[in-house]
């Protein structure tokens, strides 16, 4: 197992602490405002309290166990008057997050720039879970989830830290649990599938089970538990949590520009679009997605002053509407100019058709506006997506999945968590018609791709847009694009057959049906699983 050399008094510290750790209780309920734990190579987790280091300077040579004598995992508190100094070398560490007071999702986001001043880097996000509380259920619903980061604190520093961390945020003593699936889940996102250093070839060796961590997390029943036993995947939304698991959800498009392939020009004036957000509505669309900037093959490109002033005041009106109560409204932007404004107007979420490329300062505002952000996959812009180099693919799922997951991962560095990352790999955008078709039927595949790199990712909602594009006019021999609407239906059950979770379409009615028989189909064919098990 990993080694670290230190001194009598750390060994000192560490007896005096483990001694303090054990004397806590068992029985004390969980009201928590935040809860850390860190995984590092260094130490092992025992089954209950706050901090579970993993990572470890190779250079460095002690046996952990021989002065933790304990199973499996253990946990240190730090003692008073100890003195450890802090490594010179950046640890990686996995750090557990876990909320069920107050504004939980808050809490996290509080904790998390407690930590980068603290000296601790997030590097990885883990997706977000709601859970019921276990064994004391008296309470509220917990959040959960994990990072990994990078820091130069050694163990007891770590530790110190982010028991000030918790502390701040009003966490009282409470008990955790090692090989729960609320612990399990976010640990395992924080990895993908190809082993790609020692560090997390180390990590594995913390489960008993020869197979590691993806072993325990199988046995314990892996993804069959999301949905399952009071554990959920979910996203903050608009002051709420979204399980985008339960139905696909549908985005009806409004186009406030007078070049849009379909409808441009068919929304001039502020009561003809709220005429037409009431419609979809009606009609049962989940989210509006507003656009104000036409993102079509050879599109103008138009500044952000000229992109605002077509957008908020439908914006503005559309918010106000009582109809909108439960609905989710996103802005269609490449400016992150465009998409501060219109989260400050009311905006739900952004939805950047270029993941961040067409300007450099989307990433960091998305960062700080705290919204679900959604990246799709292209090459180039609108003016030279469809050129022919950008048309070269040697398996179309395969190179999307990297360069999405390339950019949602800068996106991620940047400060957005993965469970606000919703992917789109970008049907129609530097895409030969054959290529749409591999994508539609490909998704699983782009998630097994990218999840050799993050589960979390992997795991992230999926976003269709086939709605009315070209490679169907081109295959059903309909140039006109309000033709393309029962081409569009199959396109979208494709899609949301092989795994899609939300559906960008111009009419809603239609897909809407479309959705809900697959949704049916769905839910039946994994009943039919789960009876057979």
Not at 326 to 340: C, E, H, N, P, W
Not at 501 to 529: E, G, W
């Amino acid at each position: 197992m990993a080694e670290i050399k230190y001194g009598d008094k750390r060994k000192e510290a560490a007896d005096q602490s483990l001694k303090a750790y054990q004397c806590n209780s068992f029985n004390k309920p969980e009201r928590w405002h935040i809860s850390l734990k860190s995984f590092s190579k260094t130490e092992a987790s025992a089954q209950m309290g706050i901090l579970k280091c993993l990572g470890l300077p190779r250079h460095q040579v002690f046996t952990a166990k021989k002065y933790l004598n304990v199973s499996s995992f253990s946990c240190l508190h730090t003692a008073q008057n100890s003195s450890v100094e802090a490594h010179s070398q950046d640890e990686d560490v996995v750090i557990a997050l876990g909320s069920n007071v107050g504004n939980r999702v808050h809490n996290f986001k509080e904790a998390l720039k407690m930590m980068k001043k603290s000296g601790i880097q997030v590097t990885r996000h883990a997706c977000l879970y709601e859970t019921a509380p276990a064994y004391i259920t008296d309470q509220p619903c917990f959040i959960n989830s994990a990072v990994r980061a990078v820091t130069k604190l050694g163990p007891h520093e770590l530790l110190a830290a982010l028991k000030r961390i918790e502390k701040n945020l009003g966490r009282t003593d409470g008990i955790r649990i090692w090989e729960r699936p609320f612990v399990i889940a976010p640990l395992v996102d924080l990895l993908g599938s190809a082993i790609d250093n020692d560090t997390v070839a180390s990590w594995h060796s913390f489960s008993s089970h020869s197979g590691g961590l993806f072993e325990l997390w199988e046995k314990l029943g892996g993804e069959s538990l999301i949905g399952q036993e009071g554990i959920c995947r979910v996203m903050p939304v608009a002051n709420s949590l979204l399980d985008w698991s339960l139905r696909t959800s549908v985005m009806g498009i409004l186009n406030l520009t007078p070049d849009s392939f379909s409808d441009g020009g068919n929304f001039p004036s502020v009561e003809s679009a709220v005429s037409q957000v009431r419609l979809m509505i009606s009609e049962g669309a989940d989210i509006i997605d507003i656009g104000a900037q036409s993102t079509r093959p050879k599109a103008s490109r138009i500044s952000v002053e000229e992109e605002l002033s077509r957008l908020i005041p439908v914006l503005e009106a559309v918010k106000s509407m009582p109809e909108l109560e439960g609905k989710l409204i996103s802005v269609d932007t490449f400016y992150s100019d465009v998409a501060s404004e219109a989260v400050s107007r009311g905006a739900h979420l952004i939805n950047d058709v270029s993941a961040g490329q067409l300007d450099p300062n989307m990433f960091k505002v998305i960062a700080d506006l705290d919204v679900p952000y959604v990246a799709m996959h292209t090459r180039g812009d609108p003016c030279t997506m469809q050129s022919s180099e950008n048309l070269k693919y040697d398996d179309v799922c395969k190179k999307v999945s990297s360069e999405l997951y390339s950019r949602v991962r800068q996106a991620e560095l940047s400060g957005i968590p993965a469970w606000r990352i919703i992917i789109d790999p970008g049907i129609g955008f530097s895409k030969k018609p054959e290529y749409n078709l591999d994508i539609l039927t490909g998704l699983p595949a782009i998630r097994a791709e990218i999840a050799k790199s993050s589960f979390a990712i992997s795991r992230a909602p999926i976003l269709i847009g086939p709605s009315r594009k070209r490679f169907l006019g081109d295959i059903c021999s309909r140039p006109s694009a309000v033709e393309r609407d029962p081409a569009t239906i199959a396109s979208i059950t494709a899609g949301v057959l092989a795994g899609a979770n939300i559906v960008r379409v111009h009419n809603v009615k239609d897909n809407c049906d479309a959705v809900k028989l697959c949704d049916a189909i769905l839910k039946r064919k994994r009943s039919a699983m789960e009876s057979r098990q």
